[in-house]
C-alpha cells in the first residue's frame, strides 16, 4: 500500500523538500548565537527578545494560517510562508539593531506557521482516512532537517566562512522553493468547505480543543526535555558538557527514528493507536530519566537508554493529532490544523519560561519532575484524543468520501 497516491507524489515530495528546509531553517539561529553574540555584542537579554519574537510570529502564523487557508487556500498560505522566510533569512542579522531584528525574525517566524499549517493540511488530504504514514514521514523530514542543519553550518564555521552565509543560502533555497510553488498542483488537493454550519460543528467538537491542548503540553514536554536534559545530566550524574551535547542527540535521533520507521514497518496501525502506545511511552520514559538520576552514576546507561526511548516516544505524537483533528473535521481541515499547530506554537513558547522559573526557583530536579508531569497528562489528553477521534470516525471517513480531492 503506498504511503500517498501517485498522482501526489511530486506535490508530496516538494513538501518533503519543505520541511526539510523548514527544520534546517529552524536551528540555525540557535547554534550560530555564540557568534551573533561575539559580533553584534548582544546580552542575552537581547537576545531572548529577537528569540521571543520569532515564537510570537509563529503563534500567530499558525492561528492566522488556519484562517487564511480555509478561506483564500493553500497555494496562497503556502507562498507567503515561503516568501516571509526567504525575505526574512535574506535580512536578518545584516546588522545589530534589535528592533530590526525581532521584527525580521517576527517575519520569519509568520511564514513558519503558514508553512506549518500548508504542509499539514496538504498531507491529510493526501492521506486516506485513518492513515498517518504519509504525515509522519513528512514530520521525519523536518527532524532530518534539524539534524542536518547544525552539521552544515559547523562545516561552514570551521572553514572560516562568514556565519551569516548560511542564513542567505537557506534564504535563496527557500526562494527557488517559493517560485517553484505557483507550479506545484495543490488545486487537486480541493478546498475546505466554507459552509457556517461546519464552522459551527467545528467549534463544538471536542476533538478541536483536544488537539490544541494534547499539542500545547506536548510540545511544551519535548521542548522542555531537549533543552534541559543535557543540564540534567551533567548535574547529577556528573558527566562533561561534551556528553551533556550527545544525550541531545540521543533524543532527537530517537524521535527521527520514529518518525521515519514507524510508517515503514508499522504501516497498518492506525493513528488513535498509535499515539496511546507513543505518548505513553514517552511519559514513562521521561520519568523513567528522573528516576534514573537518583541512582546517580550506575544508572547512567539506563538514563541513556531512557533519553532514546523518550525520543522515540515522542516521535509521532505531533503528526498523529494533526492527522486525527484533520479526519475529525474533513469540512474545515485547515482551521482545525490551524488551532491544534497553535497550541503547540503557544505551548514551545509558554513552557521554556514557566519550567525555567521552577527550575531557578526550587531546583533542576524540580523543574525536570515538572517537565515529567506534563509529558504525563500530554498522555492522558492524547488517549482522549484518540478516542474522541474513534467517536468521529464513521462520520469523518463518510464526509472524507464526498469531498475526496478532484
Not at 478561506?71 to 535574506?90: C, E, P, Q, S, Y
Not at 533555497?173 to 505557483?182: D, P
Not at 519560561?353 to 489528553?381: D, E, K, P, Q, W
Request: proline letters at 4%; charged letters at 10%; aromatic letters at 12%.
Amino acid at each position: 500500500m503506498p504511503i500517498v497516491q501517485g498522482r501526489h507524489l511530486p506535490l508530496y515530495s516538494a513538501l518533503f523538500a519543505v520541511f526539510v528546509l523548514f527544520g534546517a531553517s529552524l536551528t540555525l539561529v540557535g547554534a550560530i548565537l555564540p557568534r551573533i553574540f561575539d559580533e553584534f555584542r548582544w546580552s542575552y537579554f537581547m537576545a531572548g527578545l529577537v528569540l521571543a519574537s520569532g515564537s510570537v510570529g509563529t503563534i500567530a502564523g499558525a492561528f492566522v494560517g488556519g484562517r487564511l487557508l480555509h478561506h483564500r487556500g493553500v497555494r496562497l498560505t503556502a507562498l507567503l510562508g515561503l516568501g516571509l522566510n526567504a525575505a526574512g533569512l535574506l535580512l536578518f542579522a545584516r546588522g545589530p539593531s534589535v528592533p530590526l531584528n525581532m521584527l525580521l525574525y517576527f517575519g520569519i517566524g509568520l511564514g513558519q506557521g503558514f508553512l506549518e499549517i500548508s504542509v499539514n493540511w496538504s498531507v491529510v488530504r493526501m492521506s486516506g482516512p485513518g492513515d498517518g504514514r504519509a504525515m509522519n514521514l513528512i514530520h521525519g523530514a523536518f527532524s532530518i532537517g534539524a539534524v542536518l542543519g547544525p552539521l552544515v553550518l559547523g562545516a561552514l564555521l570551521a572553514a572560516d566562512l562568514s556565519w551569516s552565509l548560511p542564513f542567505r543560502a537557506v534564504a535563496l533555497i527557500y526562494l527557488a522553493l517559493f517560485l517553484a510553488a505557483f507550479g506545484l498542483p495543490f488545486g487537486m488537493l480541493g478546498r475546505d468547505e466554507v459552509a457556517a454550519k461546519g464552522a459551527k460543528r467545528l467549534r463544538r467538537g471536542p476533538a478541536y480543543t483536544l488537539g490544541f491542548l494534547t499539542l500545547f503540553f506536548y510540545v511544551g514536554a519535548e521542548v522542555g526535555i531537549s533543552n534541559w536534559c543535557a543540564e540534567f545530566f551533567v548535574r547529577t550524574f556528573g558527566t562533561s558538557a561534551a556528553t551533556g551535547a550527545l544525550v541531545v542527540s540521543l533524543f532527537w535521533a530517537g524521535l527521527l527514528a520514529g518518525r521515519l520507521g514507524f510508517p515503514l514497518l508499522l504501516p497498518r496501525v492506525r493513528p488513535e493507536r498509535l499515539i496511546v502506545v507513543l505518548a505513553t511511552a514517552f511519559a514513562l520514559s521521561t520519568g523513567l530519566v528522573l528516576a534514573s538520576g537518583f541512582a546517580g552514576t550506575p544508572a547512567l546507561l539506563l538514563g541513556f537508554a531512557a533519553v532514546a526511548a523518550a525520543g522515540l516516544g515522542a516521535s509521532c505524537v505531533y503528526p498523529s493529532t494533526i492527522t486525527l483533528v484533520g479526519d475529525a473535521f474533513p469540512s474545515d481541515q485547515g482551521r482545525a490544523v490551524g488551532f491544534a499547530a497553535t497550541g503547540g506554537a503557544l505551548g514551545a513558547f509558554v513552557f521554556p519560561f514557566a519550567m525555567s522559573g521552577i527550575a531557578g526557583r526550587a531546583g533542576l530536579v524540580a523543574g525536570f519532575t515538572s517537565y515529567a508531569g506534563v509529558a504525563v497528562l500530554a498522555a492522558a489528553l492524547a488517549m482522549a484524543l484518540a478516542s474522541a477521534a474513534r467517536a468521529a470516525g464513521g462520520g469523518s471517513a463518510k464526509a472524507g468520501g464526498t469531498e475526496s480531492p478532484s
